[in-house]
């Protein structure tokens, strides 16, 4: 049997369990349970006493991680992970996942006792925009070891901590701010080759006719790099973004494009 204490903006929720089986089951601790603050990590997890043994579960935790096969595997030789299976993969990258949700291994606290971070010059960031190039998944370059996150979804990206006007490497239980996503490419299919490569773009675009519209969708902004192929690529600059929100970033092989997300203020 194996536990990942599950944390939400630092507070301990419960633990996540599997059995030799390959069972998993997850218990909201009843500390949790008694606190006005509480709520479900999910409403497929309601709030109750006890084991919770569902296949939700394993569903919950599975999707906490990337889609790709390839940046699972890609965790796992990084990290040397047992397996790829979501609990083997959450127990080296669950620090930081979606959700406010952390995981760590019992005996270890997300206490966050002050922000750390590590700033990042230009050709740092780039070099990180691009590690997905060299097999390196989502953004955990070598050097950086207690730099472990997990974000969710089937495009390549990474997440960063935004501090004034500088990019960050966060250090310990630091919160990461921004997302970085990252280009799409080509899909290849057996008669035809999706041209992706411009996704970041396209997002952007679809979100502004949104906003056009009159949908409530985050602020955008493409940010370039000295590396951006297109005419008039711009030097690196700071994403901009709606007061009192955190942000979110996506970046875009020589560009970044940024949206702007909801970051609790519990932190």
């Known amino acids: 049997m194996a ?55 394993y569903h919950y935790f599975d999707n906490l991680l ?63 925009l691009t590690a997905y190039q060299s097999d390196i998944p989502l953004g955990m370059i070598t050097g950086q070891d207690d730099f472990r996150i997990s974000v969710a979804g089937a495009q390549e990206k990474t997440a960063l901590l935004r501090m004034g006007e500088q990019w960050c490497i966060p250090q310990g239980a630091t919160p990461t701010t921004h997302i970085i996503k990252l280009p799409i490419g ?32 985050p602020e955008a902004e493409i940010i370039a790099t000295p590396a951006d192929p297109r005419p008039g690529g711009n030097p690196l600059r700071p994403a901009l973004g709606a007061e009192g929100t955190g942000a979110a970033a996506s970046a875009a092989g020589g560009s970044v494009s940024g949206f702007w997300s909801s970051f609790s203020d519990e932190i």
């Open 66 to 128: 990337p889609d790709s096969p390839q940046v699972r595997d890609r965790i796992v030789r990084r990290y040397q992970a047992r397996s790829k299976q979501p609990f083997d993969l959450l127990a080296e990258v669950g620090r930081d996942s979606v959700g406010a949700v952390t995981l760590l291994p019992p005996g270890e606290e997300a206490h966050l006792e002050g922000l750390r971070w590590q700033t990042l010059d230009e050709a740092q960031l780039t070099a990180l």
């Open 186 to 217: 080509e899909i290849k299919q057996p008669n035809a080759t999706l041209d992706l490569r411009e996704s970041v773009d396209n997002e952007y675009l679809c979100l502004a006719l949104a906003r056009e519209l009159g949908l409530a969708v």
């Open 3 to 57: 536990t990942l204490t599950t944390w939400m903006n630092n507070v301990r929720v419960g633990s996540l369990t599997r059995q030799a089986n390959g069972a998993h089951s997850f218990r909201y601790d009843e500390e949790w349970l008694r606190s006005p603050r509480a709520r479900p990590l999910s409403l497929s997890l309601p709030l109750q006493y006890g084991n919770i043994t569902a296949d939700a579960v």
